[in-house]
């Protein structure tokens, strides 16, 4: 029998008592706020954005709030848990426990920013074109954080980089978890009971996260295309690189018309994409960057 890694991975950096403590998905979000905001501020000083580079920290902060959280969380209950509130209506504002969906905090982004951009009076499409320059690196943490979490894992595989998930199993709660971890002789007692599965999180790291940043950074910067086609290539190519991670992944919901639901959902990104991309090359407007001026 081949040595497949065994995920007994703690969901902690560190902890006071049983539930409480800096988790690795809080850190994963913190970090991708940051460099986020780095990034967003560098295309700023290089004049891709409309927002001057001291207004980017604000504007970060609450599209991280507004759009992300909050959009990421009522996503995830409305389109895989439509349950949860009914058990616990608190599960809702629980996002330290995981639980967050990916189209869900786009779709919040996109209601964020058009209120943003109304708000303060500049382009929407040229706030979304930068912003979804920087996305794929807290979808890259993300997921990350999925996989040190055991969540969201992938199908049933024997290729040699296979992960022995013991979350799959609903016997083993985190309790037992920390058993695991301090005596690794027990590992034997649960992975008979276990199957190799792909580390779909980490392919999803890749696509979502490192693949689809590299892109859109060397658009944005070596490319000159209309205001809003880049934010047509983050829906299109995002909805594509999710489709094809979602076959190695287990679905962890029902199946809509044969497709997993993140399959179901990418398909509306891509559309999206497509009116994005049309209303680009309709309109046009090409920017030309002016490095911008900090205050003092």
């Not at 403590?21 to 560098?42: H, N, P, Q, T, V």
């Not at 040229?126 to 969201?152: H, K, T």
């Not at 590992?187 to 009971?193: H, K, S």
Request: glycine letters at 10%.
């Amino acid at each position: 029998m081949m040595a497949y890694y065994f995920n007994d991975l703690s969901p902690f950096i560190f902890q006071f008592g049983n539930e409480f403590g800096l988790r690795w998905y809080g850190m994963a979000y913190l970090a991708a706020f940051l460099i986020g905001w780095w990034l967003y501020r560098l295309l700023a000083k290089r004049g891709y954005s409309d927002l001057q580079p001291q207004q980017v920290g604000d504007f970060i902060f609450a599209a991280a709030v507004f759009g992300v959280l909050i959009g990421g969380r009522i996503g995830y209950v409305l389109f895989y848990e439509p349950g949860m509130l009914a058990q616990d209506p608190l599960a809702l504002l629980k996002v330290w426990e995981g639980g967050m969906s990916s189209h869900g905090g786009i779709l919040g982004l996109i209601i964020f920013t058009l209120v943003y951009s109304k708000w303060k009076k500049i382009s929407w499409v040229n706030l979304g074109d930068n912003l979804v320059v920087v996305s794929p690196v807290g979808l890259f943490f993300g997921r990350c954080a999925n996989f040190i979490n055991g969540e969201l894992y992938g199908r049933v595989s024997q290729v040699p980089w296979a992960v022995y998930f013991p979350r799959e199993l609903p016997s083993v709660t985190e309790a037992k978890m920390e058993i695991l971890r301090s005596n690794p002789e027990t590992r034997a007692e649960v992975i008979d009971y276990l199957q190799p599965r792909h580390p779909s999180q980490l392919y999803e790291a890749f696509a979502e996260g490192l693949l689809l940043f590299a892109i859109l950074w060397l658009l944005r910067t070596r490319c000159r295309l209309p205001d809003g086609a880049l934010t047509g290539w983050f829906f299109i190519l995002y909805a594509l690189g999710r489709i094809s991670v979602e076959f190695f992944r287990e679905p962890d919901a029902s199946l809509i018309l044969g497709m997993s639901r993140g399959q179901f959902y990418s398909l509306f990104m891509i559309l999206i994409g497509l009116v994005f991309l049309w209303y680009a090359h309709r309109t046009g407007r090409v920017r030309q960057p002016q490095p911008a001026r900090e205050s003092s």
